[in-house]
């Protein structure tokens, strides 16, 4: 019985008064509705007693936003032209909604605004009195570009210029530090203490500021401290340290030996092997005729990846850029480097002997 109420009447109610009735489910489905009016449009409409009952009044969702919007909107006065006009409670309630037009509101704003000074360029300006930088304490300055200068300068201090004595202003932690002391660079220059003193090596007289490191300066440049190396006692001691442990802990490659059988026959008695010259140890060096010859392996000094046409690897790159930077430095030293292939003195051994006394005979031809 309660599955046949639910398929015959909309609600418990009408299947209530139709069990009353007697029209159980032997006659068909009842009329039961309800004939309303649409709260905004007044347009009647038939609808089920639950539906009123849940508290439906409206025709469409269309005439239900209507009519909310409506409740929402009350009628105010405009303050400056005495013109009515509609609002919103939501403005009403914030202190919105005091003029009709934004004309209206621009009119009238401007016998309520009050007047300031820029706390940072002194110029006059107004703003208004109800405007939420004025609540907060804002409202200080009359541009953004003044704003962004005054933040700027939070935090700075004026203090007097060590030199010239004129006041400057300055980061209040750096003048803590005892850092900034000078208003300018040319204040700072002139206030230095300048010693003289002469290069150990060629003998120009260099200019240095008095520092506690200016007893350590022997030389005017890196030049001259690295043509003066090899004339230092201490340095040529330590010099032969390391080339007597590097000479015990490396054992030579093929290539190597096949360099040094080479030298053997071109330049007896006046070359050295594992030779320390400045920054590196390199495989031969003839010291006489500053000569410098490197057994380069073709893997890893670049020669299989240039031959095969890619892109060395990173570490490869690093080695190529290392042997450039170490011939550079030596050419302006005053050596000369000879770089032979790993393939060269395997497979031609001969040739790289002629190159090598090549670059012995052009050193006579200098002299």
Same mark, same amino acid.
């Given at each position: 019985?309660?599955?046949?109420?639910?398929?015959?009447?909309?609600?418990?109610?009408?299947?209530?008064?139709?069990?009353?009735?007697?029209?159980?489910?032997?006659?068909?489905?009842?009329?039961?509705?309800?004939?309303?009016?649409?709260?905004?449009?007044?347009?009647? $409409?038939?609808?089920?007693?639950?539906?009123?009952?849940?508290?439906?009044?409206?025709?469409?969702?269309?005439?239900?936003?209507?009519?909310?919007?409506?409740?929402?909107?009350?009628?105010?006065?405009? @303050?400056?032209?005495?013109?009515?006009?509609?609002?919103?409670?939501?403005? #009403?309630?914030?202190?919105?909604?005091?003029?009709?037009?934004?004309?209206?509101?621009?009119?009238?704003?401007?016998?309520?605004?009050?007047?300031?000074?820029?706390?940072?360029?002194?110029?006059?300006?107004?703003?208004?009195?109800?405007?939420?930088?004025?609540?907060?304490?804002?409202?200080?300055?009359?541009?953004?570009?003044?704003?962004?200068?005054?933040?700027?300068?939070?935090?700075?201090?004026?203090?007097?210029?060590?030199?010239?004595?004129?006041?400057?202003?300055?980061?209040?932690?750096? #003048?803590?530090?005892?850092?900034?002391?000078?208003?300018?660079?040319?204040?700072?220059?002139?206030? @230095?203490?300048?010693?003289?003193?002469?290069?150990?090596?060629?003998?120009?007289?260099?200019? $240095?500021?008095?520092?506690?490191?200016?007893?350590?300066?022997?030389?005017?440049?890196? +030049?001259?401290?690295?043509?003066?190396?090899?004339?230092?006692?201490?340095?040529?001691?330590?010099?032969?340290?390391? +080339?007597?442990?590097?000479?015990?802990?490396?054992?030579?490659?093929?290539?190597?030996?096949?360099?040094?059988?080479?030298?053997?026959?071109?330049?007896?008695?006046?070359?050295?092997?594992?030779?320390? $010259?400045?920054?590196?140890?390199?495989?031969?060096?003839?010291?006489?005729?500053?000569?410098?010859?490197?057994?380069?392996?073709?893997?890893?000094?670049?020669?299989?990846?240039?031959?095969?046409?890619?892109?060395?690897?990173?570490?490869?790159?690093?080695?190529?850029?290392?042997?450039?930077?170490?011939?550079?430095? $030596?050419?302006?030293?005053?050596?000369?480097?000879?770089?032979?292939?790993?393939?060269?003195?395997?497979?031609?051994?001969?040739?790289?002997?002629?190159?090598?006394?090549?670059?012995?005979?052009?050193?006579?031809?200098?002299?």
């Amino acid at each position: 019985m309660i599955e046949a109420r639910g398929a015959l009447y909309c609600s418990n109610e009408c299947a209530h008064v139709g069990a009353r009735q007697g029209l159980g489910g032997k006659v068909g489905r009842p009329s039961c509705v309800v004939v309303i009016q649409c709260a905004n449009c007044s347009i009647e $409409l038939s609808l089920p007693p639950s539906r009123i009952k849940n508290g439906a009044k409206y025709c469409s969702a269309k005439c239900y936003h209507e009519h909310k919007t409506a409740t929402r909107v009350i009628e105010r006065i405009c @303050q400056l032209c005495d013109r009515r006009f509609e609002a919103r409670m939501s403005r #009403v309630e914030r202190g919105k909604a005091l003029y009709c037009s934004p004309e209206c509101a621009r009119l009238g704003s401007k016998s309520e605004r009050v007047g300031r000074s820029c706390g940072m360029c002194g110029k006059p300006f107004e703003v208004l009195p109800t405007h939420q930088r004025i609540k907060n304490g804002g409202g200080q300055y009359c541009s953004p570009d003044c704003r962004y200068a005054a933040a700027s300068l939070s935090g700075t201090v004026m203090v007097p210029c060590r030199a010239c004595g004129e006041e400057f202003r300055a980061q209040r932690s750096r #003048v803590e530090r005892g850092r900034k002391l000078y208003c300018s660079e040319a204040c700072k220059f002139s206030e @230095q203490v300048r010693v003289e003193r002469a290069c150990e090596h060629c003998g120009d007289v260099m200019i $240095l500021i008095h520092t506690r490191d200016v007893e350590d300066r022997r030389f005017c440049s890196r +030049r001259c401290y690295d043509l003066s190396r090899p004339n230092d006692p201490e340095i040529l001691a330590h010099m032969a340290r390391i +080339r007597n442990m590097q000479r015990q802990k490396k054992q030579p490659t093929r290539c190597e030996k096949i360099l040094y059988d080479l030298m053997d026959e071109a330049a007896p008695g006046t070359w050295e092997r594992e030779f320390p $010259l400045f920054y590196w140890t390199v495989d031969v060096a003839v010291p006489r005729r500053k000569l410098v010859v490197q057994a380069d392996g073709d893997y890893w000094h670049g020669l299989t990846a240039a031959k095969a046409g890619k892109s060395p690897s990173p570490s490869v790159a690093l080695t190529i850029a290392k042997d450039r930077a170490q011939d550079k430095y $030596l050419a302006m030293a005053g050596w000369r480097p000879l770089r032979l292939w790993e393939s060269e003195l395997k497979q031609d051994p001969q040739w790289c002997l002629r190159r090598i006394k090549a670059m012995l005979l052009a050193e006579d031809g200098d002299d």
